[in-house]
């Protein structure tokens, strides 16, 4: 079957602009995550759904980044005025239930390469 | 300060070899450790640990915690090419925590 698809793939902006990536999770998964990792860095914990609801928002570096779900489906990360620092490779992962508390096996995404210039 | 450290940082070796990497942790409400290697972009999960002194084992790698220690290993033996990664170390608490991961390139 699928697994967690993201798109773009690569996307460039220019400083200022607000962009929009895309995470579509695997068919049945109610937990969605999303991470970022830059370069030289570990993987970074931004947020994760659970069904449409975000439990736990305490990741998203700034108040310039913002996710959405619906239909505890499709996810959206919103980063406004992009900075330079926004640079890196955001990955998406879904599972079929989830949560800090209760973990389950995280299928990835392939990521999306994100440069500001 | 919740923090996770993975050693060493790099490490090549020849195939056949064995590698043992570290994982150390501090982390408030400790709930699991896992572990995941990581090609390209996307990691893949290889273990979750949550209870100390519990080996698991899938093929050439193993890993085990100590919770005494707040520490994990991850050995891989008889190593091939295709172990040449960056093998991350996650640990679930309040949220997630990932160290920066200890690049593995193995050479013929």
């Known amino acids: 079957g699928a697994g967690v698809s993201q798109s773009p793939s690569n996307k460039v902006t220019e400083k200022g602009k607000d962009v929009e990536l895309r995470c579509d999770p695997i068919?049945?998964?109610?937990?969605l995550y999303w991470y970022r990792q830059s370069l030289g860095q570990g993987l970074e914990f931004l947020i994760y759904f659970q069904g449409n609801s975000a439990p736990d928002k305490s990741g998203l570096p700034s108040d310039r980044f913002s996710a959405e779900r619906t239909g505890g489906s499709v996810s959206t990360l919103t980063i406004q005025r992009t900075q330079q620092e926004d640079s890196a490779v955001y990955l998406c992962a879904s599972s079929l239930t989830g949560g800090v508390r209760s973990y389950n096996e995280q299928f990835f995404g392939p990521g999306t390469r994100l440069t500001v210039l | 300060e919740d923090k996770v450290v993975q050693s060493p940082l790099s490490l090549v070796v020849h195939e056949g070899d064995t590698v043992t990497l570290n994982c150390s942790y501090e982390?408030?409400?400790?709930?699991?450790l896992l572990w995941y290697k990581q090609e390209k972009k996307a990691p893949t999960f290889l273990f979750m640990l949550?209870?100390?002194?519990i080996e698991k084992k899938s093929g050439r790698l193993s890993s085990i915690l100590d919770k005494k220690e707040l520490s994990s290993i991850l050995n891989i033996t008889a190593t091939q090419t295709g172990d040449s990664a960056i093998y991350l170390c996650a640990l679930t608490g309040n949220q997630f925590y990932f160290g920066t991961g200890t690049s593995l390139t193995v050479i013929p």
């Open positions: 982390v408030t409400n400790f709930r699991s």
């Open positions: 949550t209870s100390s002194g």
């Open positions: 068919s049945g998964h109610t937990a």
